[in-house]
């Protein structure tokens, strides 16, 4: 067991490299190579430290930054402080994990979303798509549905590779989730044919939209 320092938890998670696991997450974007099941189990002997926790987080490792996500206090974070931490996450799985982990469950999740959405960053405004396929799916009330499937169908097809696929989610959620609309986002997704080729594992869903959506919502008919 490491001492429970930034440095102590470093050389811990330095110890945990593994060369093969870098390859592989290297080629998403991700500069490390630990494997996360182990970054969980370090994160649930360290449970919940929110002073520890910032100071993994500006230590600049992406390593360190996620298990500092994973033993934080979500609703500890300020809306500004949040912000930061989007613009300076380099790597997918901290963006991945800050927005999923810690954003999410924010009582600033619903403003950020509204800014990043229409932020000029393409990062940025993935993590505020993301946020609303959470809302589609979760808390749709007030959300103008036919709205998202006008910008997504204007711009999803040339959005860079994060923010088209976040746009591209958020298309199956709302297919997915909301009957009325079900057809015209099958209909985009045929249309602009975002991921039809997206190699996909045996036993895997397509993330292709209009397979996505007609595949959960064929499993949640035959539930």
Same mark, same amino acid.
């Given at each position: ?12 998670? $330095? ?20 494997? &996360? ?17 910032? #100071? ?5 490792? =992406? ?16 809306? #500004? ?10 790597? %997918? ?13 924010? @009582?600033? $999740? ?6 990043? =959405? ?11 798509? *993301?946020?609303?396929? #959470?809302?589609? *799916?979760?808390? %749709?009330?007030?959300?103008?549905? @036919? ?24 298309? *199956? ?5 909301? *009957? ?14 975002? &991921?039809?080729?997206?190699? =996909? %594992? @045996?036993?895997?869903?397509? %993330?292709?939209? @209009? ?13």
């Amino acid at each position: 067991m490491s001492e429970t320092t930034v440095a102590g938890l470093k050389a811990e998670l $330095a110890q945990l490299e593994d060369p093969r696991v870098r390859s592989v997450n290297e080629k998403h974007g991700d500069d490390h190579g630990v494997n &996360l099941s182990r970054l969980r189990a370090i994160a649930k002997r360290l449970k919940t430290q929110q002073t520890l926790a910032r #100071e993994l987080w500006a230590t600049g490792d =992406t390593a360190a930054r996620l298990l500092g996500l994973l033993i934080c206090r979500p609703k500890e974070f300020d809306r #500004e402080e949040l912000d930061v931490m989007l613009r300076q996450s380099r790597a %997918p799985k901290v963006q991945d994990w800050l927005v999923n982990y810690v954003v999410k469950r924010s @009582p600033h $999740a619903e403003e950020l979303r509204v800014a990043w =959405t229409a932020d000029s960053d393409p990062v940025v405004a993935g993590a505020g798509w *993301a946020l609303t396929s #959470e809302r589609v *799916a979760k808390n %749709p009330e007030g959300l103008d549905l @036919p709205g998202l499937l006008d910008t997504i169908e204007a711009q999803m097809k040339e959005a860079p590779d994060r923010l088209q696929w976040a746009m591209n989610t958020c298309l *199956a959620q709302i297919g997915i989730h909301h *009957a009325g609309y079900r057809a015209r986002a099958i209909d985009i997704g045929e249309r602009l044919e975002v &991921l039809k080729d997206y190699p =996909t %594992p @045996p036993n895997c869903t397509s %993330p292709f939209a @209009p397979v996505w959506i007609n595949e959960i919502v064929r499993r949640q008919s035959a539930g």
